[in-house]
């Protein structure tokens, strides 16, 4: 079972959507702008991806709460938790825990199989 942190505005967010139904693979959609990855998951991918990849340095709230700090990972996760689009989509995470950033969309073939 894979769960895609979707964001239905974003294209990559929906390639990565429609190769995860095209494979047919078992999944569940979460908005994440609705409904945030668990703190857990968020620190998992900015361990995982680092911080430049995980983050969208570009948002409004990235350069509001994020930029030019020094935030420990905790503090960091707790900003994205209250300003989700700060973290980079399409966030897919496998039930193994394993996780890609759907940027190129076909990364998502690697959880897939």
Same mark, same amino acid.
């Given at each position: 079972? #894979? *769960? =895609? ?10 390639? *990565? ?5 095209? $494979?047919?693979? !078992?999944? *569940?959609?979460? @908005?994440?702008?609705? *409904?945030?990855?668990? &703190?857990?998951? =968020?620190?998992?991918?900015? %361990?995982?991806?680092?911080?430049? $990849? +995980? ?5 409004? $709230? ?8 020094? #935030?420990?990972?905790?503090?960091? +996760?707790?900003? &994205?938790?209250?300003?989700?689009? =700060? @973290?980079?989509?399409? @966030? &897919? ?7 890609? #950033?759907?940027?190129? !969309?076909?990364? &998502?073939? %690697?959880?897939?199989?």
């Amino acid at each position: 079972m #894979l *769960t =895609i942190y979707h964001n239905p505005r974003c294209s990559k967010s929906r390639q *990565t959507l429609a190769l995860i139904e095209e $494979a047919e693979a !078992p999944h *569940t959609v979460v @908005l994440y702008l609705e *409904t945030p990855p668990p &703190v857990g998951v =968020i620190k998992a991918a900015l %361990k995982a991806f680092g911080r430049d $990849a +995980a983050l969208r340095k570009e948002e409004d $709230a990235y350069k509001e709460h994020v930029k030019g700090r020094k #935030l420990t990972d905790d503090e960091l +996760a707790s900003i &994205v938790m209250q300003h989700p689009i =700060i @973290l980079e989509r399409p @966030l &897919v995470v496998s039930e193994k825990g394993e996780m890609i #950033l759907g940027r190129p !969309p076909e990364n &998502v073939m %690697k959880l897939i199989g």
